[in-house]
């Protein structure tokens, strides 16, 4: 039977909402999801809005369809659609690189920085993976973040994969201020949900101001507690809070094909762009669905064989799904303040098979299953860590030789202090004990209250004088470990001790001469040698800045400089202060 023949889906909503309800009522029962909103599109209406539990578990307050969620990466959605608008416009040309608009894009390879285009950022194929320890903490500001990915390894060529990338997406929101002259958050309301008449916020503080807010709560283990208050600093990316009654007209807009009560916001063929499967995604992971593609801030994909476009959206303490079905006019968003449960899509392939006459599958079973297996594998995967550990090794320095402050130009600075006979690590804002792991490996530990890597392994390296010089740590597992240089500490950074260094060494018949230059930095400058500058690094070692691997380092009793050590590839050579 084609599509075109089956105008509508067979059953009435109406048929089977007391068989929804029971259902709801058993998957937040087993996800222990507190409440759940849900609203239902259908034939260009808003067929059904439905709310269940609690928007407030402590309070006791109910969800109904007009509670605000943070609808998390369903964001993206209209950050695309955005996009879109300016495009229509003229304002930008989609397929163009992100440079032509924004000259101060940078990636770390030349080729992505030059070539990547405003619809790579959109669909996800830039070549960067997450990295989302960049933007997850917090304390960083939208166009800060651009500054900060040219120093992200990619993972994959251009083009080459589609890698899920949040800070691509705050990318787009940027360019869309930079065309639009106006807030990202201006833009949105002017150009989309004013005119859809939904009420909208941009972040927590918008959510928290409003009459009503769900409360967020996430699981440890399987126990339910409040979420900790994460906000999401990549706005367009996963920012937007509404209700389930707001999102309903969003999905009008797209099932009308950019039409809404009447009055066209942006052309059909453009909805049909941003729809459209482009990037190759994932397998099926069961036989009901299809292969699954990215396309413009949409996910696509066919249940039972019908045409799906979708979006799902997760962060601590929340968990949501928007999924359209546009060959039949249907529609159906699902909100949860829990961290992402299997609820939302559990609902919403009930709801489809019932809107399409079929027998529904088993969805509440099978997730529960999966649950069931994941909670009984928990202590089988901590047993295998433990396994993994090397018992009776000790570290190979004394604790308050790692203490110092470690940097990376994107990750930012983590700092380590020994404090009574442990190590303290604290990270932008973020603060744990390190424990011990085996050899020069530590560990954070895992902490329920606030964000922390949890059980990330920080492993200390060291050159080979046996200083440590750096830490390194898999923040982002599909590239090599996040590696943080040991920042320059100690005298070599004091002006009043490099000043001692100044006057002429001798070793044999070499002289090297150390001067300041006008900015208070040493230069050395040996016979038969161009000058070289020194650049502190820990103590009273400097490096020296041309030369790979030479280090040089001044000794004597108190302030006071008598002599050079030079710590070279090929060995260590002395030189002694003569008389000038």
Not at 34 to 61: C, I, K, S
Not at 168 to 181: D, H, K, T
Not at 551 to 556: D, L, S
Request: negative net charge.
């Amino acid at each position: 039977m084609s599509h075109s023949s089956v105008e509508t889906p067979t059953a009435p909503i109406s048929s089977f909402i007391s068989d929804l309800d029971h259902l709801a009522a058993d998957v937040m029962a087993d996800w222990k999801v507190p409440g759940v909103a849900l609203a239902v599109v259908q034939d260009g209406e808003v067929a059904l809005t439905r709310a269940y539990g609690q928007r407030d578990v402590e309070a006791d307050l109910p969800v109904t369809p007009a509670t605000q969620f943070v609808i998390c990466s369903i964001t993206k959605s209209f950050t695309a659609t955005a996009i879109a608008l300016l495009h229509h416009e003229g304002r930008l040309d989609w397929t163009k690189p992100v440079r032509d608009y924004m000259p101060e894009f940078r990636l770390s390879e030349a080729v992505a920085t030059e070539r990547v285009t405003v619809r790579d950022l959109l669909c996800h194929q830039s070549g960067l993976p997450r990295h989302d320890w960049v933007h997850f903490a917090g304390d960083r500001a939208p166009a800060e973040m651009l500054d900060l990915m040219r120093h992200l390894e990619l993972s994959r060529d251009i083009r080459a994969a589609w890698q899920y990338s949040n800070l691509c997406y705050n990318v787009a929101g940027l360019l869309i201020e930079r065309l639009s002259g106006q807030s990202f958050e201006a833009f949105i309301r002017a150009r989309l949900t004013d005119r859809l008449g939904m009420t909208v916020g941009f972040a927590l503080d918008d959510l928290e101001a409003s009459g009503e807010a769900a409360r967020p709560y996430m699981m440890h283990e399987d126990t339910r507690l409040p979420a900790i208050r994460l906000p999401i600093r990549t706005t367009a990316a996963g920012a937007i809070n509404t209700s389930v009654a707001g999102l309903a007209n969003w999905m009008r807009l797209h099932l009308g094909k950019g039409e809404f009560d009447g009055e066209r916001l942006l052309p059909a063929a453009l909805i049909g762009e941003l729809h459209a499967p482009r990037v190759y995604n994932t397998a099926p992971g069961h036989p009901e669905f299809g292969e699954a593609h990215y396309g413009l801030g949409f996910q696509s994909n066919s249940y039972r064989g019908d045409r799906l476009v979708f979006h799902g959206g997760g962060w601590p303490g929340w968990g949501t799904l928007m999924t359209l079905v546009p060959d039949f006019g249907i529609g159906i968003a699902v909100f949860t303040n829990r961290s992402p449960s299997e609820v939302p899509s559990t609902l919403t392939w009930y709801i489809i098979d019932r809107l399409r006459g079929r027998e529904p599958v088993e969805w509440r079973a099978r997730s529960r299953k999966q649950r069931d297996e994941f909670i009984a594998h928990m202590q089988a995967d901590k047993d295998a860590r433990e396994k993994a550990r090397h018992k009776n090794t000790c570290p190979a320095h004394e604790l308050a030789a790692y203490a110092g402050e470690y940097g990376h130009p994107a990750y930012g600075v983590m700092s380590v202090k020994e404090q009574g006979g442990a190590l303290q690590w604290a990270w932008r804002g973020m603060f744990a004990p390190l424990t011990h792991r085996h050899y020069e490996t530590f560990e954070l530990p895992e902490v329920r209250d606030r964000l922390l890597p949890d059980r990330l392994a920080i492993t200390f390296l060291t050159d080979r004088d046996g200083n440590i010089v750096s830490l390194s740590a898999p923040l982002e597992p599909m590239v090599k470990d996040i590696v943080f240089a040991r920042l320059a500490a100690g005298d070599c950074i004091d002006p009043a001790f490099r000043a001692q260094c100044v006057g002429h060494f001798k070793s044999g018949a070499i002289t090297h001469r150390v001067t300041l230059d006008s900015e208070g930095r040493l230069l050395l400058k040996s016979d038969y040698q161009p000058a070289y500058r020194l650049a502190p690094e820990q103590g009273r070692r400097f490096r020296i800045v041309e030369l790979q691997g030479f280090m040089v380092e001044f000794r004597g009793e108190g302030m006071t400089v008598d002599e050079v050590i030079f710590h070279q590839p090929n060995g260590t050579f002395i030189a002694q202060r003569a008389e000038e």
